[in-house]
């Protein structure tokens, strides 16, 4: 467990919050009198000022009680929904929230994993959130049947980014002018409806770069999901104002990443796993889960020198006004 993600303190009525500074006393009876169903001990999130995590940012579910707040990380990029998580999927979801993570956005695939996705978040509306859009490596002949039913999804249901699309050359170049026409496509659909974008990039830097130097913009914002490259490519994601999605791959020995994320400002930075896939070191080559985006968030605190509270609370910042998740 990650040192200050479940952090509580104990509320009592009479005096300040068990285990507080004596600066949130008044903030306590504050709260006994404007929560009067509270009753003494009960755990309640410690103070921001305690964990430093930025109050501003929490959405509305989280800010059940003025003067306190909690701190908390995201998953950014996560497929929970797939037959890997078939015989779990509901401890799974709740061992992540109780760890911390509390929002995890969920990427669709293509029109066979919209029902599942859906499904998730239903059952998780608090905290699963669906993306809408056609992955690359499922770009094929019927592409164009595929992206009909991207569209129809969003003039019908609200989602919080377009994704997860781009171009995947590692696998297969057979479709490679199909994904370029559907991405090009998901990015006119993330302009429409004002959606930030979550991008695919297996060996295809060059070829997104160009297209997006074509097609994004002035106002198009998203992430490059799941990134691995080189720092000139990583500053290059960045003057074009998206952000890099970092996963298990930093924690990877011989990656590389580590020495990127070293030179760049957590500022451009978001946390995914991209589970079940590319499970951070020790559990490489199991499968991942989104409770895993806490050894993320320690291994950039490491590399960079900081606390891992200060890791959240910039990554989560991040997350939230990429996705729009910010309420008042």
Sequence with gaps: MIPGFNRF??????????????????????????????KPNSLL?????????P?????????????????FLIDSHTHLYLEEFNTDRKEMVERAISSGIKYMFLPNIDSSSVAGMLDLC?????????????????????????????????GKKKFYAIGETGIDLYWDKTHQKEQEAAFIHQINLAKKYSLPIVIH??????????ILENHAGNDLKGVFHCFTGNLAQAEK????????????????????LAEVIDKLNLSHIILETDSPFLAPVPYRGKRNESAYISVIAEKIAGIKKM????VASITTANSLKLFKTEKT
């Design 9 to 38: 303190t104990r509320f009592n009525q009479n005096q300040s919050a068990v285990g507080s500074s004596s600066s949130s006393s008044s903030g306590s009876r504050q709260m006994a009198k404007s929560h009067p169903q509270l």
């Design 45 to 53: 999130p410690a103070p921001c000022s305690m964990l430093h995590a």
């Design 55 to 71: 109050c501003s940012m929490l959405p509305a579910t989280i800010k059940h009680f003025p003067y306190f707040c909690a701190m």
């Design 122 to 154: 239903n059952i998780f509306p608090q905290n699963c959130y669906p993306m809408m859009g056609l992955h690359p490596t499922s770009v094929k002949g019927n592409y164009l049947d595929e992206l009909k039913v991207v569209d129809e999804w969003l």
């Design 201 to 210: 990039s297996r060996n295809s830097f060059d070829e997104l770069f160009s």
């Design 237 to 256: 994601i960045i003057e074009m104002g998206f952000l890099l999605g970092i996963g298990g791959v930093v924690t990877f020995k011989n990656s590389g």
């Design 307 to 310: 606390s891992v509270e200060d």
